[in-house]
């Protein structure tokens, strides 16, 4: 149930409430009658007991019916009263206070029923009718451990230290070294960002405080600032920790600086207190915090400064092996058929993520006994894995195998440019896994942080962004929309270039640019230039454009084996890590070899 639901049905009982109350009131004054008729049933004899309470009468006539009515003047009635054989009871009247009590109640639910609601709003109101430390409790041990994570190994091994930080606060801090505050998880929804927090709390049994980004941001300007601090209160009583934001993208958002709006303030406050509060941890107090998003790229980056969300562990869909893995973990809890081939499903399942994958495992139990089988079989997965896809397909998640050939050269295309050519990033990984808009990734690291790029190093840059849609040029003779965003990229970094580092030939040693946020992007652009410098500019961007195109061409068609094998790595395994395509590498360098040797032996002979 939303809030908005809940505070509506609260709203309800309470009116209820008052209504009941009076309809009540009403009842315990049954058919009240005129002092005058009562005196008239009383004289004739048809009144068989009252009772007095104060002025109230109340009573029964002789056909049991009840009645009730107000007496002006008790003691004048007692003689008439007397004289009957009626049977009396009387009662102490209960005077002004509980009349004024009673009438209270209706005023008490209102008041009552808007405090809930009011709590529900803002989960606790400062300072009225706050219960401390109800709002923010632990869970004492999630029960979780790595193990029911699978497929995260990359970002396991980065965790385990954050577990020994906890487990052993003080051996670190005795050794002068510094505990990690804050951990950024991040990548797609369901891939187990929130799971891998919980078992990062049971590796190291800590409590586990675990809260919204959005619960934070509420109505009224200061009570999320205040939540803030109350969590932390709460967290460092219970040290060593781990408290876990999830969608922290809803207080973390970029601050607008300056021309801040109601609701984005309140946000601001927000972000301004967890930042004060992550930065006042005494080193004794190991509080951990685990913050997730999907959106790490609106995030302000005063969270992401040493001593805060300074470690940034991505999470990315689970390829072949990883779905593989999360499989037997969620198959672990169902009877599994002895003929279920796990790796056959998780082949056939791209783009699915964690969440989705417990989901059909889940369905294809359902499926099963939906069958009165006694356990599920591979034929269950399938169903259960249509039921899911078509869903799925809707959110174009699904790719034909069309699309996954033309990814797999293109995402080749970038990373054998990339490793052929001297001064660029290693590669990291490549993907053809579909994230968000893109299909596919080729993921450079570099080595260390660069301040200064030389030229070929930017020119590079520029070719393996070319790669993709030249591999797809080669192969498939045709261009493809999927290659923009490559192009948007090589374009800046050629302007800036020829721009800002003053690097063109031609153009020579001027910095044109003076803004170099504005370009491309929003803002002003400062031309301090003539029509006749711009249309020359434009042409030297163009020209560099064009002649890495053709070079990185001449080069993918010089290496097209290489290009084929990585291709085929790709459709094959999805994601193919640095490792792997050193394998492909040396694999395709080796036959080059060889074929050389055998054309200078028949050359020779
Ligand atoms: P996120 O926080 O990234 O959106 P969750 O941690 O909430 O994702 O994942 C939702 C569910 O999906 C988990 O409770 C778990 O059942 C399943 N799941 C997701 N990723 C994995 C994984 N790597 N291994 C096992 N189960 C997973
Ligand atoms: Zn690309």
Not at 126 to 137: E, L
Not at 469 to 489: K, P, W, Y
Not at 505 to 530: H, V
């Amino acid at each position: 149930m939303s809030q908005i639901q809940t505070g509506l049905l609260v709203l309800l009982l309470t009116l209820l409430g008052v209504v009941g109350y009076n309809v009540y009131l009403h009842e315990t004054t049954p058919n009240e009658i005129s002092y005058t008729k009562f005196v008239q049933l009383l004289k004739d004899g048809k009144i068989k007991q009252v009772h007095l309470k104060g002025g109230l009468v109340t009573g029964e006539d002789i056909l049991k019916h009840e009645f009730s009515s107000y007496v002006p003047h008790v003691p004048s009635l007692m003689p008439i009263l007397d004289s009957r054989s009626i049977k009396i009871t009387a009662e102490k009247d209960s005077g002004n206070f509980d009349r004024f009590i009673s009438s209270m109640v209706p005023i008490f639910l209102i008041f009552g029923g808007y405090l809930i609601f009011s709590r529900m709003q803002t989960g606790g109101t400062p300072g009225f009718g706050k219960d401390k430390g109800k709002t923010f409790q632990p869970k004492k041990n999630t029960g979780l451990t790595f193990d029911d994570v699978a497929g995260i190994s990359e970002a396991r091994i980065e965790l385990v230290e954050i577990v020994e930080s906890l487990k052993h606060p003080d051996k670190l801090s005795s050794l002068g070294g510094y505990i990690p505050k804050g951990v950024l998880l991040q990548g797609p929804p369901g891939t187990g960002k929130t799971l891998l927090a919980k078992a990062i709390a049971g590796e190291a049994s800590v409590p586990f405080f675990s809260i919204g980004g959005s619960d934070f941001v509420e109505m009224f300007v200061g009570v999320g600032a205040s939540r803030v601090r109350e969590l932390f209160t709460e967290a460092k009583k219970n040290a060593p920790c781990i408290v876990f934001i999830d969608e922290i993208d809803a207080i973390g958002g970029k601050r607008s600086g300056g021309n801040a709006s109601g609701s984005s303030d309140e946000r601001e406050q927000t972000l301004n207190a967890l930042l004060v509060e992550m930065d006042g941890f005494d080193s004794d107090q190991t509080v951990i915090i685990i913050a997730a998003t999907n959106r790490p790229d609106i995030l302000d980056p005063a969270l992401l400064r040493p001593g805060r969300f300074d470690r940034q562990v991505t999470i990315s869909l689970p390829d072949v092996k990883g779905r593989r893995k999360i499989l037997e973990v969620h198959a672990k809890k169902i009877v599994l058929s002895h003929g279920t081939n796990l790796s056959n499903i998780a082949r056939s399942i791209p783009g699915f993520s964690g969440a989705e994958i417990a989901n059909l495992v889940n369905e294809a139990a359902l499926m099963a006994a939906r069958k009165n089988k006694s356990a599920v079989e591979s034929s269950d997965f399938d169903a259960a894995k249509d039921k899911i896809s078509l869903g799925l397909e809707r959110n174009n998640v699904v790719v034909n195998e069309k699309d996954r050939r033309v990814t797999a050269y293109h995402e080749a295309g970038h990373a054998i440019t990339a490793r052929l050519l001297p001064d660029t990033d290693p590669v990291h990984k490549i993907s053809i896994i579909p994230r968000g808009q893109a299909l596919g990734l080729t993921q450079q690291l570099p080595l260390d942080d660069r301040y200064t790029y030389s030229r070929e190093y930017l020119i590079n840059r520029i070719k393996t962004l070319l790669g993709g849609r030249a591999a797809e040029e080669i192969i498939f003779n045709h261009q493809t929309t999927g290659a923009s965003n490559d192009l948007i990229g090589a374009t800046e970094i050629a302007s800036r270039l020829v721009c800002e580092f003053g690097m063109s030939t031609t153009i020579g040693p001027i910095a044109y640019m003076q803004d170099q946020s504005g370009f491309l992007g929003g803002g002003s652009t400062i031309r301090p230039y003539s029509e006749k410098t711009a249309e020359r500019i434009d042409n030297e961007i163009k020209g560099i454009i064009e002649q890495c195109h053709d070079e990185t061409k001449e080069l993918l068609i010089a290496n097209n084996k290489f290009l084929h094998k990585l291709a085929e790595a790709l459709l094959v395994n999805e994601t193919v890590d640095s490792e792997e395509f050193d394998i492909v590498h040396h694999c395709y360098v080796n036959e080059k070899n060889i074929e050389k040797d055998l054309m200078k032996t028949r050359k020779e002979g």
